[in-house]
């Protein structure tokens, strides 16, 4: 059987600059940062208070209040994106979708709350360990999405740090090309910002030392640069069949043509993640039928990591050759810090939406440029450019990298003028 076409028919976003994904849009080409000192826990006395944070988000819109009040935070942000993907789909209820969801913590805010109360009362409640059973079960999230949703299919839940959610991306696809899945509902979520997930976090490096204010703490390939900022939110991408895109006339971002993953022992050299980061570009290039030349925008990992920013440009300059130095990057975690696995799903959601716009938002903080990092970064304001195949790569601490090549809406309408 001929592997069949695999795109994307609908966006849902819920990020530290926007929630939805004309908001969060909106924020990108303006350069918004939605990174500030964390509200939702009180941080004090731990060495790093600054994060991505959402706000003005209430799951009660999204999901119902007893099911809110049982869950962690990752089931609000997940099922709000899961939702606003579907509508964005023109997807019902009672659909049958098959579900990949991407994820690095269960419910530590459920956990880190359970605990405190029992150093207070000196007691739990078998309700209590019910819930907290539930809550950090790493299948809750997906359970939740199909429960309130009303989706009929396999659910699947994936763990592999920041890169857990380009991998929800990638096994859709599989599913869909192979005819296993007419369509998937497929994406990533994180939400560390609670006082045990985030203490955990600084302990793993993410601690920003930096008297800049919030918003200027993210600042990928910048010289001031120190560590990543961490952050919150999940991203979720309707995925079909493009003949049944077509038949049931819904809008096509862009398809998926080309996907790579690997991945090495967590205590590699540099020199090898970047040999296996290049590697992974060149294959998903190889994939999709196109040579170097034919990227037009890269969605950059870019975490704003002193070494791995540098190992990153590196690694593009190794997979893309002489065309590296004319393709425009951008890192959008300069706004809104990493969100790990909700990372590579919203760098996919701007590469769709930057193509249909023909504009690539900036990577912001980008002052002074380290000379290591020489590409074309495109600085602090968006640049109008049409983007025809679009580049996202993803890495996780645990040493797995994904890359994904998307052909944008405007090579599907240049090819449904010519055949359809």
Same mark, same amino acid.
């Given at each position: ?60 819109? %999204? ?11 990752? +089931? ?65 999230? *997906? ?29 859709? %696809? ?35 030392? =930096? ?6 703490? +993210?600042?990928?390939?910048? +010289? ?20 049944? *895109? ?68 590196? *690694? ?14 951008? =890192? ?9 696995? *909700? =990372? ?77």
């Amino acid at each position: 059987m001929k592997p069949r076409r695999v795109v994307i028919t609908g966006i849902g976003v819920v990020a530290p600059n926007g929630i939805g994904k004309d908001a969060f849009w909106d924020a990108l080409v303006k350069g918004k940062s939605g990174i500030r000192r964390i509200t939702l826990f009180d941080p004090e006395g731990l060495p790093s208070q600054v994060a991505g944070e959402v706000t003005e988000f209430d799951p009660v819109q %999204f999901m119902p209040r007893q099911i809110v009040k049982e869950r962690g935070r990752a +089931s609000h942000l997940a099922v709000a994106a899961a939702r606003l993907a579907l509508e964005d789909a023109s997807i019902g209820r009672e659909r049958r979708l098959d579900l990949f969801v991407g994820m690095t913590f269960p419910a530590m805010d459920y956990v880190n709350d359970l605990v405190a109360s029992f150093h207070a009362t000196k007691r739990f409640r078998g309700e209590d360990l019910f819930l907290l059973y539930n809550s950090v079960s790493p299948n809750t999230v *997906a359970m939740d999405i199909a429960q309130v949703c009303e989706l009929f299919g396999n659910r699947f839940t994936i763990a592999n740090a920041c890169s857990s959610g380009s991998i929800a991306v990638v096994e859709a %696809f599989k599913n869909v090309r192979s005819a296993r899945s007419e369509m998937c509902l497929a994406g990533g979520v994180d939400a560390c910002l609670n006082y045990l997930a985030f203490a955990a976090l600084i302990a793993a490096g993410f601690h920003v030392v =930096s008297d800049l204010p919030p918003e200027k703490q +993210s600042r990928p390939y910048d +010289s001031l640069r120190t560590v990543g900022v961490a952050s919150e939110g999940s991203c979720f991408l309707v995925m079909e069949s493009f003949d049944n *895109a077509l038949a049931r006339g819904a809008r096509i971002y862009g398809e998926i043509v080309g996907v790579s993953i690997s991945s090495s022992f967590p205590a590699a050299d540099p020199s090898e993640i970047r040999e296996r980061l290049a590697s992974c570009i060149k294959s998903s290039i190889i994939q999709a039928r196109l040579s170097p030349q034919d990227i037009s925008y890269v969605c950059a990992h870019g975490p704003s990591l002193r070494t791995f920013d540098y190992l990153e440009t590196l *690694a593009l300059k190794d997979a893309l050759g002489p065309s590296a130095y004319r393709v425009p990057v951008s =890192s959008i975690k300069s706004m809104i810090g990493n969100p790990m696995a *909700a =990372s590579g799903p919203l760098q996919i959601a701007t590469a769709l939406i930057a193509g249909a716009e023909e504009l690539i938002p900036p990577t912001i903080n980008l002052e002074y440029p380290d000379p290591g990092c020489d590409l074309d970064y495109v600085p602090n304001v968006p640049r109008h450019n049409m983007v025809e195949y679009a580049l996202v790569d993803s890495h996780g601490f645990d040493n797995v990298d994904v890359s994904i090549v998307l052909s944008t809406e405007r090579v599907l309408m240049q090819q449904c003028s010519r055949f359809c």
